[in-house]
T-cell receptor, first 113, second 111 residues
């Protein structure tokens, strides 16, 4: 059974640009969440999608957005990149609810220069 | 709001020694609790979870954790450390569909 797949693994962007990250959940998983991991702030929740609807959102500026497609694949977009957006972005999927436990992908390492 | 505190950002043990990683949580409702492990340049791997039922939870790689409601704790233990256990460990609590993570504990294992 394939795990959670995130692409690309590494990305370097310039300040002011925008970026799109992709996540393919485990087959049959309908919930997809995104987290940002940085040395200073640790793991922080960005948003969660379930059946193409954003069900939950963290405390991030509007430059961070996402969506989920009918096949449960999800994308995350960050516009007008800032240096502080450099982080490991992790996607996680779950069957339905958080109690089942989330399975995480390997992440996308974004570096903003 | 829920929160998680992991005592000790870094723990060092000798190979074969007991591993004890501490986690305390605050939750206004019965919590779902998780321990994840992260190896360098990798995502998070679920070690174990507590939802309901038995308070002693066994996970992968010989780890286990005990949910103690009276102490609001969910400490992670392993009887005998192995070199391959060196990694960062995160405790997390569920909060309305999202996970709230502790700051992590880096475990070092000395030969």
């Amino acid at each position: 059974k394939a795990g959670v797949t995130q692409t690309p693994r590494y990305l370097i962007k310039t300040r002011g640009q925008q970026v799109t990250l992709s996540c393919s959940p485990i087959s049959g998983h309908r919930s997809v969440s995104w987290y940002q991991q940085t040395p200073g702030q640790g793991l922080q929740f960005l948003f969660e999608y379930f059946s193409e609807t954003q069900r939950n959102k963290g405390n991030f500026p509007g430059r961070f957005s996402g969506r989920q497609f009918s096949n449960s694949r999800s994308e995350m977009n960050v516009s007008t990149l800032e240096l502080g957006d450099s982080a490991l972005y992790l996607c996680a999927s779950s069957v339905q609810e958080v109690g089942y436990g989330y399975t995480f992908g390997s992440g996308t390492r974004l570096t903003v220069v | 709001a829920q929160s998680v505190t992991q005592l000790g950002s870094h723990v060092s043990v000798s190979e074969g020694a007991l591993v004890l990683l501490r986690c305390n949580y605050s939750s206004s409702v019965p919590p779902y609790l998780f321990w994840y492990v992260q190896y360098p340049n990798q995502g998070l791997q679920l070690l174990l979870k507590y939802t309901t039922g038995a308070t002693l939870v066994k996970g992968i790689n010989g780890f286990e954790a005990e949910f103690k409601k009276s102490e609001t704790s969910f400490h992670l233990t392993k009887p005998s450390a192995h070199m391959s256990d060196a990694a960062e460990y995160f405790c997390a609590v569920s909060d309305r569909g999202k996970l709230i993570f502790g700051q992590g504990t880096e475990l070092s294992v000395k030969p």
